[in-house]
């Protein structure tokens, strides 16, 4: 018996970096912001989203939207009403959107292409695990957070909190009944991801929204 | 949670890289599979390897060992201008002045390291 040890150094997820990787240059070359919305279900991100592109949208800038979920197109639906195109992705139980699914969708997507987009949002599947292993060529990941969830989510599920560009605590019209603790909850976010840019919001009253809206502005200046 | 497609990549990796070595290895057999993991890849060792005898199973992997090396994160202070090894993922600060560091030197990684094969009977 001869044995030998064979160096690799392959990343596991090599093939959907390097996927992610062509979106991401697709993306720039055609000067759209793309972001990926992710948290756990029933924070709110398809009532977040909802509101961002109607106000978008009212703005006169071009937007559109990919919905993830394992199954049913009710968020597309909804997600239609504000006019933007919008594309369901069903997964068919697997737990997160990853970079050939993004791929597909967004090929022969009938009147909707790249550079006659301002913004693209991608609506991750409802998970605090998973999502965060997978690029999907986006340039700002968004972690969402709301005010039922309680203030030490960022603590309990670290790894995607690290992992985001920007967090949007959600659902701020009904933080005092539900007891919510902002304090706390900014510094714990801010103690997993230090430095990170944090929008208190609601999308029924649309406090915040302004501040968040600027802040897409400013990210998809840095673009051109 | 989505370690089963982790450990399916893993296998499909290891084999593309056995057909892939010099004519006198071919039909080589694996010995082992090391994998570097940083404690915030978001993956549970003991679900890979759950996951492991059954997705090796009928390939030149099957039988072998899967030994997953756990990176702990490591954080760059820019006031000391040093590296520090985290004992969690709870916190990041800087574990000599107390500052929150926002770069991550290490903790992420989700690699194949090496692999230890039996080439077998050595051809002349």
Known sequence: MTTRIVELRRGILKKNDELAAGLRASYTAAGVLVLNLVSSPGTGKTAFLERTLR???????????????????????????????VRQINTHGICHLDAEMIGKHLDGWEGVALDGLDYLFIENVGNLVCP???????????VLLSVTEGEDKPLKYPTLFNSADAAVITKMDIAE???????????????????????????????????????LAEARGVLQ | MHEL????????????????????????????VRLRVGALASVIPESLEFCWGIVSEATPLEGSRLVVNVMPVVVHCAPCGIDSELDGVQSFRCPRCGELCGEIRQGRELEIDSIEIDDGEVKP
Request: charged share 25%; net charge negative.
């Open chain 1, 55 to 85: 106000e978008l949208k009212a703005r006169g800038a071009r937007v559109a939207a990919l919905v993830g979920d394992l199954e049913t197109d009710n968020d597309a639906r909804r997600l239609a009403a504000s006019g933007a195109p």
């Open chain 1, 132 to 142: 965060s292993s997978y690029d999907l060529g986006e340039q700002i990941r968004v």
């Open chain 1, 177 to 215: 009944p539900c007891g919510f603790d902002r304090a706390t909850a900014l510094r714990n976010i801010n103690e997993i991801r230090p430095g990170i840019r944090i929008f208190e919001t609601s999308a029924k009253t649309g406090a915040g929204m302004e501040e968040w809206l600027g802040y």
């Open chain 2, 5 to 32: 497609s982790l450990v399916t990549s893993i296998v499909e990796t290891v084999s593309e890289t056995l057909t892939a070595l010099p004519d006198s290895s071919r039909g080589a057999r694996v010995l082992e």
